[in-house]
Nanobody, 123 residues
Framework: QVQLVESGGGLVQAGGSLRLSCAASGRTSVTYTMGWFRQTEGKAREFVAAVRGNAQNTYYADSVKGRFTISRDSAKNILYLQMDSLKPEDTAVYLC????????????????WGQGTQVTVSS
């Protein structure tokens, strides 16, 4: 079993930046693919970004492409999400996920989830 712990959320003004981190521990063999999803109250969880393998393959939702950057430190088992040019509509709980999936955009293919970290962007 792998444990995922997110950090780095907070309150930021529109146009600002935040960097989220997700530390993985335990059975890290399942962290071949890691992703970020986000969820707001009353809405379905949505894909944000993912990385497979040694960051050679990255994937982004259209809504964050060009503003967010996903990366990973495989030696430390940490996943990052650099979020720039934040908008109020980016406000959500951001969750980290891990799995051996080859379909990184599909949330139901991930094996482990973190508890999430709140990101609030004020206008």
């Amino acid at each position: 079993q792998v444990q995922l712990v997110e950090s780095g959320g907070g309150l930021v003004q529109a146009g600002g930046s935040l960097r989220l981190s997700c530390a993985a521990s335990g059975r890290t063999s399942v962290t071949y693919t890691m992703g970020w999803f986000r969820q707001t109250e009353g809405k379905a969880r949505e894909f944000v970004a993912a990385v497979r393998g040694n960051a050679q393959n990255t994937y982004y939702a259209d809504s964050v492409k060009g503003r967010f950057t996903i990366s990973r430190d495989s030696a430390k088992n940490i996943l990052y999400l650099q979020m720039d040019s934040l908008k109020p509509e980016d406000t959500a709980v951001y969750l980290c996920a891990a799995g051996r999936t080859l379909r990184p955009l599909m949330q139901n293919t991930y094996e482990a989830w973190g508890q999430g970290t709140q990101v609030t962007v004020s206008s």
